[in-house]
């Protein structure tokens, strides 16, 4: 199955640039372009500006001649850049405007779900409604969950302990993040372990990626305040790569299909947040793209090559792509372990403090370890730190305690001043101490 010669990944992030590193591997294609990527990628792919608009952006991709555009983040999705890009009649890796909603709306990521007979949390939606929110938050008791609806980079979703917490964080929200909080959506809080289930669909057939788990919290064990991310592992013990496409059954094809009746069709990727609790699994969330650190983890486990399935998926021909694969069973396997440890700014996630000079970023990569980069700058012709997320150090190895070994190797290789890592991330006994706890 022929690969896009060119592909165009839009984003600048450390999932960005695993795609670009996967995609670039693959011997069919040309060239990748990143736009905007950040200086860290440029072993990989050629780096462009990013267009001041989608249109502009869509327009590029003309110019470009590209074969294929992969979105990486959800607000250009949510946006409906995908719209903009098939109709000048370039193939997109990313569903249209209707269909990011599930991201872009949690209240419509809940009616959808709910249709489609997946197992949520139960819960309801308030619009410009404060004090039906916190009466609900009452009835349901604490812990109870408080969400802004829509987009909020990560930081919409307070778990309170108390009902008092709950109430100050359903106040809170229209000052917080303003139009993302419109609504508001409150729910019971469910305990268990958090997964990640990420599956490529064209719409019709669908594929399972290896599931990987997340570590959320700034501090070891599952403490301090919330991040985009910290670390994350795969495969998870307690949800083996072979169980990925049975939940897939369960959770994306429902809403797939929920989607299919209410007349929207989607591709691209469809990334399940799952609640693993003592009665079985949940639906926290759906993203309408690939995970951010997750991307990072599993990429480097799959040894069939992406450009195809992505192209596929962007033209409803995942069914053949996938048989010419010689994928079976509705998934992608994934070999060996990986753990990616991230290296945050000084002051990240309040406040992360800029233009550190990092040091050992332009060392090669180590065979067993990958350093995927975030939020970097090139100044006078060095790194330094531009993000809060600076990188995702990526060790690889047989087993997760062999790949978390390379991947601190490599982590302490890299240093700048205020630097912030994760001691605990895909360590057995770490997890087996309840990572991703709510
Ligand atoms: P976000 O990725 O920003 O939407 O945040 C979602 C995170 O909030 C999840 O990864 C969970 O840690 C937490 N969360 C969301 N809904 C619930 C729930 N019903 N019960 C417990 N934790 C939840
Ligand atoms: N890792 C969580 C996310 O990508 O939203």
Known sequence: MTAPQRILVMGSGGREHALAWSLSRDPGVAEVIVAPGNPGMKDVATIRPAAASDDRMAAIAQELEVDLVVVGPEGPLVAGVADHLARRGIPVFGPGRDAARLEGSK?????????????????????????????????????????????????????????????????????????????????????????????????????ALPAARDHKRLGDDDTGPNTGGMGVYSPLPDLPDGQAAALMERFHRPILGELARRGIRYHGALYAGLMLTDDGPYLLECNVRFGDPETQALLPRLSTPLAPLLLGASNGRLARVAAAAGLAEGRIPGEGATVGVVLAAAGYP?????????????????????????????????????????????GRGASLEEAAAAAYRASDAITFPGRQLRRDIGRVGSFAAGAGRP
Do not use: H
């Not at 090669?364 to 995702?392: C, H, I, K």
């Open 350 to 394: 309040l406040e992360p403090r800029l233009g550190d000079p990092i040091l050992g970023g332009d060392s090669p990569w180590a065979v067993s370890a990958l350093t995927f980069w975030s939020g970097v700058r090139r100044s006078q012709g060095a790194l330094v730190t531009n993000g809060g997320r600076v990188a995702t150090i990526v």
């Open 107 to 207: 209240a419509y990521c809940r009616d959808v779900a709910q249709a489609a007979g997946v197992p949520m949390a139960v819960g309801a939606a308030f619009e410009d409604d404060e004090e039906g929110a916190i009466d609900l938050s009452r009835r349901l008791g604490a812990p109870v969950v408080i969400k802004a609806d829509g987009l909020a980079g990560g930081k919409g979703v307070t778990v309170c302990a108390t009902l008092t917490e709950a109430e100050a964080a359903i106040r809170a929200c229209r000052p917080r993040f303003g139009l993302a909080a419109r609504r508001v959506v409150v729910e019971r809080a469910l305990s268990g372990r958090e997964a990640s289930v990420i599956a490529i669909t064209d719409g019709a057939s669908l594929l």
